[in-house]
């Protein structure tokens, strides 16, 4: 019997024995349905991370030379935090010896950040995410001014208390009013704002409009860092394929003026996008592997209750497979033709799984904050694996069909 046969005579079976067939295809549709709502959740929040989350906290292209490398179990194999707390601070004279050995195409910005209270008349104090930069921070982070302007470069160098303020801020200690040249007190010392950052939103629920951007020479510089150090340099390239050349121009730069002899690890961090994130995409890959194994058990499920259903039906067509025996019909010829069977029942429940699975993950984003994005791979995935759940299931079955005595069959009545 040819294959295309075989898949016919399968989707007979299905129009003739509804209840059965639909009892057939629950399993693999239920364990498919929840795989797919499951990668697509992770793709989703992975993509958020890596497009939403990167583009806005630490800004495309770049890396960051600070303290202290990135923590995690994606970042930092075998941490040491003695050891790293013995580490010197960045210090001015680091980031004046990197800007000196990276290429000119490259911007890089010093950025010291933490958070602290900020007041103002009428408003009740509020912790504001105190940022202590360069001029060319705006332009990495790409934070659009919405009212007034960002400082300059001048007032860098002038160390004026100028302050750019997030949308958050602005709301909360000026509501309806144009927050542009009043003042805010932070951690006591006045500065005088001179833009608002049009609104960025939150990212897992931490709100990027916190913000209170002040000149890294401005009294902001000392709040933050009262022992004079720096937090990081972050160095931006036009293209991906520049940072690595620029992370090792830096590091070759930092280990000269650290004194540091070949064989002796670094005693500062470099850290790119990709190590940044090396936690969130270990975290991915355990999510799905978790993830998948509620739809494994149902795909067990599935193919269990796919076996018994198949032998069942070669018991009630034992006289078919007589006649087509006695007909010429071989054991290879019987075989194929129930594990076509099987297979395409199985493949059709992946295939309204996969449906079902994707108009859940839609749901799912719908009504709560996590994100979905359907992966391909994913959907190739959910129809080979119903393919081959349905082989598996109806390999006994198809075999104990191969080997009845077509006498013995064609007796059944």
């Known amino acids: 019997m040819k294959t295309r046969d075989a898949i016919g005579l399968a989707l007979s079976q299905l129009r003739v024995q509804k209840l059965k067939s639909a009892f057939t295809l629950l399993g693999v549709t239920i364990g498919v349905m929840f795989l797919i709502a499951v990668v ?23 890396f960051t030379l600070r303290r202290y490398d ?14 790293v707390l013995r580490r010197p601070l960045i210090r001015m004279t680091d980031v004046v010896a990197v800007r000196a050995v990276l290429p000119s195409t490259m911007t890089s910005a010093v950025s010291s ?17 105190a940022v202590a930069t360069d001029a060319e921070y705006f332009a990495i982070k790409k934070l659009k001014i919405d009212q007034g302007r960002a400082f300059t470069d001048q007032e860098v160098r002038a160390g ?8 958050e801020v602005a709301e909360h200690f000026f509501p309806g009013l144009n927050a542009e040249g009043r003042q805010l007190r932070v951690a006591g010392i006045p500065f005088t704002i001179i833009g608002v950052v049009e609104k960025q939103g939150s990212v897992f629920g931490f709100s990027l409009d916190r913000l209170a951007v002040a000149p890294r020479t401005s009294p902001m510089g000392r709040i933050i860092r009262p022992r004079g150090d720096l937090g990081s340099l972050i160095v931006q390239a036009k293209t991906q394929p520049e940072i690595t050349d620029g992370v090792e121009l830096a590091r070759g730069a930092m280990r000269s003026i650290r004194g540091l002899r070949a064989g002796e ?14 936690f969130i995409n270990e975290l991915k890959g355990r999510l799905v592997l978790f993830g998948t194994a509620l739809p494994a058990i149902s795909l067990v499920v599935g193919a269990m209750v796919i076996m018994n259903i198949m032998l ?13 025996k006695a007909l010429g019909a071989k054991r290879s010829d019987i075989m194929s033709q129930f594990l076509v069977e099987a297979a395409t029942l199985s493949t059709l429940g992946a295939a309204i799984g996969i449906g079902l699975g994707i108009a859940l993950a839609e749901i799912i984003a719908a009504l709560t904050p996590l994100p979905a ?6 959907i190739a995935a959910a129809l080979v694996t119903g393919a081959g759940v349905g082989i598996a299931a109806g390999l006994y079955p198809a075999s104990r069909a191969s080997k009845l005595d077509p006498i013995t069959a064609l007796r059944q009545e």
């Open 113 to 129: 950040e933490n958070f602290t209270y900020a007041t103002a008349p009428g408003a009740r104090p509020r912790q504001v995410q």
């Open 70 to 83: 990135n923590i995690g179990p994606g970042g930092n194999r075998g941490f040491d935090s003695r050891s």
């Open 265 to 278: 690890p670094d005693d500062f961090g470099l850290v790119t996008q990709d190590g940044a994130f090396g």
């Open 373 to 378: 994005a359907v992966a391909p791979w994913s």
């Open 160 to 167: 004026s208390a100028v302050l750019v303020i997030g949308v």
């Open 40 to 62: 697509s959740i992770v793709e989703g929040m992975g993509r958020y991370v890596e497009e939403d989350f990167a583009g806005r906290l630490i800004g495309a292209n770049t």
């Open 312 to 324: 069942v039906a070669v018991a009630e067509r034992t006289r078919e497979i007589g006649i087509r």
